[in-house]
Structures are given as C-alpha cells and as structure tokens.
C-alpha cells in the first residue's frame, strides 16, 4: 500500500461507501491503482505512436499512491472515450454493475482541463520547461541592457 496510510484508505473507503458502492466494491476502489494497469495515455493509443513514447512517461498518467476508484475518476474526467469499466466478479462486479462515472454524476473536463490534468507530471515538465527557456532566451534578445 506504497503511498497510501491506514486512514487515507479508510477515508477512501468511506467516500465509496457514500458514493453506493457495496462494502467489497469500496474496498476494492480503495486500494492502490497498479502499477501494471494502463492508465490513461495522453495521446491516445489509437494514434499508432512508437510504443516509445506512447507507454512513456511522459505519456502515461498514473499518479504513484492513487487508489483505483480516484484513477478511475481521474480519468474519466480527462479522456472523452472513458466512461467506466467492469469490477471483479469477486468483488460482486459483473456485467452491468461496473464503474461509470455517468452514474457518479461526475462531470468531464473541458479542453483546457483535460490537457492540464489529463497530462502526466514529466510531459508537463518539459514543456514546461521548454516554454520558460524559450521565454527566457526572448526577453535576454530584447533585454536594453545586454544591448551594447
């Protein structure tokens, strides 16, 4: 439970509970998101980008310590073709009693949000970054006192 202490998941735990999930279905969304799961990729994997870049980094948003049932939030918020998905039958899941965030009431991101929450921590790095250095080379090429 790497990032995730008692309480939090407790907490976690309850905010399923609240949300109408069974007691097992909660416990469920309230453990950590797995590191070999997908996540959500950024550009989309449809594109056809070398496996490089598309399984990157800098393309693939799993924030270390979500719980599944934030993950699962997460992205439906950020990629217009989520919309939810089938829990283990161990858990009580099965066809037709799934995640979906429709049923949740949760609202999707505009544009704007998607690009900024639906992007990974390293992409917006370095674009980030880029954008400063760029930034900054502009204004030391128009800067008076380095003028000679």
Known sequence: ??????????????????????????AYLAEPYPASDMGHHFAQRKLGLPSDYSESVFN????????RGDMYELHYKVDPDFHGGPLPRRVGGGKGNGWSGKNLGLKKYGLAGRIWHGSPAPLKARVGGLGASTGAAAHSMTDEEDSW
């Open 1 to 26: 439970m790497e990032g995730m202490g008692a309480l939090s998941r407790a907490s976690r735990v309850e905010k399923y509970l609240a949300q109408g999930f069974t007691p097992a279905k909660a």
């Open 60 to 67: 693939v948003l799993k924030p270390k310590g979500i719980a």
